[in-house]
């Protein structure tokens, strides 16, 4: 049977272990409100998000501002602020949001900015549109007071020079590359609505002009108030050619747990793609019910949530070792 690491954080910081049979936020449990966000870092973003959700407020504004937390912190060498460049030393962002109405908004191949995730809201909110990309993006961020900065630390600028000299590309490598480390956070708020958001600085030393899933709805990010929501992290390119996240959503209407469904959001990379064992996805997904489901390629995919007692770190099961 797999086994799931559970990590508490606060005061009485603990570790213990559950079955996967035994998994707290199993299918149907009704909890709400309710957040949960991808990696470790989500256990900070969760934090700021069940602030919100604790006081009645509207998911929509916790995960906007929860993942503003992983924006900020230079720690997170794949999300906004100390987020790695591309080759050629840019930081360059993708982000998305979604509401319980079904409303979108994203920005894609943005600079400068600490947080795209606000911008993608205000192009939500502010335009008649969904996306805005690259220099229209930087000028819409601008006429909505957002200020630019420069997102490169010197850790990650130090890193980037240290990767030039061999200039070696993968979007990913199974030995624990630690390149792909997105957020993504989906959360049900006391009126029972759900929201999602996914911001990213993308692959380490992507090509210039590369952009992954993370600012596409339906596949990193999908909400459906009627059904569920989905997120993604990993090779965003596997992710955008099997609309994963529309996918797990839909699998979830027709009546798959959300575990079943990012499941099979897996199989379907696996089926495709005979170079899966080079590939990594994780998938999470969060039923309207309450119901929480990850699952991933390979083994490491881990996954924070946060249901007002308790905010977990729980290791996604994966394919590799079904
Ligand atoms: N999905 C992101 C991308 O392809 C990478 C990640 O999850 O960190 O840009």
Redesign the pocket.
Known sequence: MTTRRQFLIGAAASVATLSSGSHAFSQGNGRRPLVIS?WSHGLASNQKAWDILEQGGRALDAVEQGVQVAEADPEVS??GYGGRPDREGHVTL?SCIMDEKGNAGSVAFLQNFKHPIAVARKVMEETPHVMIVGQGARQFALSQGFREEDLLTEESRKEWQHWLKTAEYS?WKPANDP????I?MLAVDQAGDLSGS?T????AY?MHG?????PIIGA?LFVDNDVGAAC??????E??KTVGSFLIVELMRQGMSAKEACREGVLRIVKKNPDWKNTQ??YLALGRNGDVGAYAIHPGFQYAVHDGQQNLLLDADNYLEE
């Not at 390149?179 to 997105?182: E, F, P, Q, S």
């Open positions: 991808t794949s999300v993708d979007p390149n792909h480390d997105t993504s996914c990213t600085s993308g692959l992507k590369r952009v992954g899933d993370s990193a993604a992290t990993g090779v965003g390119e992710v955008m996805v994780g």
